[in-house]
């Protein structure tokens, strides 16, 4: 299968701790997006990146949050000092940029986040 | 600051109903709107894609219709399945790039 994966898919931690999530997007696509969702809500963007630069980030995404996409592939999500509000399912997207108004983005399984 | 309603928020129907779900944003300069579902805990699929320039997209049962200028999308879904029970999601693309979301349409279909 060649579409957006994330890994772990669950994570249950205590107040405090930090966490860190993977998301490999589909191979070709040069933009990667963040988005969190809490029950009974749309996705709320995060972050996203062109490539390994990170071009845009929410105010929602506080400074214990931090992504990274060192080689332009696979990124990573860092929470530090986790808080009982961060419980969330975590989705990754990717797309490959066209021109405008093509692009679609695909977005992975997610990370569904609980902390205790 | 890109506002994007969905109503009804849950939706019941007999299967072979057809469905119509609406999705309404605030501001018209958009680049597309997006249709997707969600199933319990898992991502996103995503169902249809409209341009800013187009009225309409359709996929075998499915069929997405955009009114820009008014801020409106609706999504028809023909001769319901228990299999379309999900939640339906709907996204406007700004010229940032992001997508704004809906809150969602939860619909059950009952065999």
């Known amino acids: 299968d060649t579409g957006v994966s994330q890994d772990p898919r669950h994570k249950i931690t205590k107040r405090g701790q930090n966490v860190t999530f993977r998301c490999d997007p589909i191979?070709?696509?040069?933009?990667l997006y963040w988005y969190r969702q809490t029950l009974g809500q749309g996705p709320e963007f995060l972050t996203y990146?062109?490539?390994?630069?990170?071009?845009?980030k929410s105010r929602l995404l506080s400074d214990r949050f931090s992504a990274e996409r060192p080689k332009g592939s696979f990124s990573t999500l860092e929470i530090q000092r986790t808080e009982q509000g961060d419980s969330a399912m975590y989705l990754c997207?990717?797309?490959?940029?066209?021109?405008?108004?093509?692009?679609?983005?695909?977005f992975g399984p997610g990370t569904r986040l609980l902390v205790l | 600051k890109q506002e994007v309603t969905q109503i009804p928020a849950a939706l019941s129907v007999p299967e072979g109903e057809n469905l119509v779900l609406n999705c309404s944003f605030t501001?018209?300069?958009?680049?597309?709107l997006q249709w997707f579902r969600q199933d319990p805990g898992k991502g996103l699929t995503s169902l249809l894609l409209?341009?800013?320039?187009?009225r309409e997209q359709t996929s075998g049962r499915l069929n997405a219709s955009l009114d820009k200028s008014s801020g409106r999308s609706t999504l028809y879904i023909a001769a319901s399945q228990p299999g379309d029970s999900a939640t339906y999601l709907c996204?406007?693309?700004?010229?940032?790039?992001?997508?704004?979301f809906g809150a969602g349409t939860t619909v059950t279909v009952r065999a």
């Open positions: 501001d018209s300069a958009i680049y597309n």
């Open positions: 990146f062109q490539n390994e630069a990170q071009l845009e």
């Open positions: 997207a990717s797309s490959l940029a066209l021109g405008s108004g093509q692009e679609t983005q695909y």
């Open positions: 996204a406007v693309r700004v010229p940032d790039y992001k997508l704004s």
């Open positions: 409209i341009q800013s320039s187009q």
């Open positions: 191979s070709e696509h040069n933009r």
